[in-house]
């Protein structure tokens, strides 16, 4: 199982329900079940669906008629659009786990984490 590297504010907001569309520089191609990792956190906590990548966001019109599906605040839209978070990987299906699942955080590792089979167990224990 893969996990994504997500920053507050934003995997709160996931978690909540309030943003289907984490903003990244680049395209995915994965689909299917994730599991979510707070950054910096060491800690699983929560999982979701991967299930499309939209095209890159081109202007400052588009950003705002989208941020209902991404919560980047207006204040902040256009530097993030600036800065390259254009690209739209949507997601469904997002859930905190009942109790965060401690793993290994790989030298390196900043988008993804490959999450070992025992981490991967009791994530998906908590999922049903």
Same mark, same amino acid.
């Given at each position: 199982? *893969?996990?994504? @590297?997500?920053?507050?504010?934003?995997?709160? *907001?996931? =978690?909540?329900?309030?943003?289907?569309?984490?903003?990244? *520089?680049? @395209?995915?191609?994965?689909?299917?079940?994730?599991?979510?990792?707070?950054?910096?956190?060491? %800690?699983?906590?929560? +999982?979701?669906?991967?299930?499309?990548?939209? +095209?890159?966001?081109?202007?400052?019109?588009? #950003?705002?008629?989208?941020?209902?599906?991404?919560?980047?605040?207006?204040?902040?839209?256009?530097?993030?659009?600036?800065?390259?978070? *254009? @690209?739209?990987? @949507? =997601?469904?299906?997002?859930?905190?786990?009942?109790?965060?699942?401690? #793993?290994?955080?790989?030298?390196?590792?900043?988008?993804?984490?490959? =999450?070992?089979?025992?981490?991967?167990?009791?994530? =998906?224990? %908590?999922? +049903?």
């Amino acid at each position: 199982m *893969k996990g994504l @590297v997500i920053d507050e504010p934003w995997i709160g *907001k996931i =978690l909540r329900g309030e943003k289907t569309w984490e903003m990244r *520089k680049t @395209v995915c191609k994965i689909r299917g079940r994730i599991a979510l990792i707070r950054k910096a956190s060491g %800690q699983v906590v929560g +999982v979701a669906d991967v299930v499309d990548c939209k +095209v890159p966001i081109a202007t400052p019109e588009e #950003y705002a008629a989208a941020e209902r599906f991404h919560g980047v605040p207006p204040l902040r839209q256009a530097q993030a659009l600036a800065d390259g978070w *254009k @690209v739209p990987w @949507v =997601l469904s299906n997002a859930r905190m786990l009942t109790r965060p699942v401690r #793993y290994i955080h790989p030298s390196g590792a900043v988008i993804w984490v490959n =999450l070992a089979p025992n981490v991967e167990h009791e994530i =998906l224990a %908590q999922a +049903v």
